[in-house]
């Protein structure tokens, strides 16, 4: 399994611009790691994903063209790097890997998960 720690959450004012970090440790030679975010009341939902080993990235509409997700190999460690923050990307961001196969965006079809870091956008 990987061992997944996020950081970089806090308060952020609409429009600012924060970095998400999830440094992973264990066996991260395959597969995706993504980033999901769960509101209060409800659903998780993803957000972005990134291959480990090529340049495929996916991102989900609500965010496409203001968060971009990317890594750094030598620090084993994916970022998520928010634009254009919006009330509405409030949330608890959670980092995830070790899928499986199928939809990206189904949240059962990842094995290890961080501890989340909050997000929250004032207006």
């Known amino acids: 399994q990987v061992q997944l720690v996020e950081s970089g959450g806090g308060l952020v004012q609409a429009g600012g611009s924060p970095r998400l970090s999830c440094a992973a440790s264990?066996?991260?030679?395959?597969?995706?790691l993504s980033w999901f975010r769960q509101a209060p009341g409800k659903e998780r939902e993803f957000v972005a994903a990134?291959?480990?080993?090529?340049?495929?990235?996916s991102y989900a509409d609500s965010v496409q063209g203001r968060f971009s997700i990317f890594r750094d190999d030598a620090k084993n460690t994916v970022y998520l790097q928010m634009n254009s923050l919006k009330p509405e990307d409030t949330a608890v961001y959670y980092c995830?890997?070790?899928?499986?196969?199928?939809?990206?965006?189904?949240?059962?079809?990842?094995?290890?998960w961080g501890q989340g870091t909050q997000v929250t956008v004032s207006s």
């Open positions: 995830a890997s070790d899928f499986t196969d199928g939809d990206l965006a189904d949240n059962k079809k990842y094995g290890s």
């Open positions: 264990g066996r991260t030679s395959s597969g995706y």
């Open positions: 990134r291959s480990w080993t090529d340049s495929r990235r």
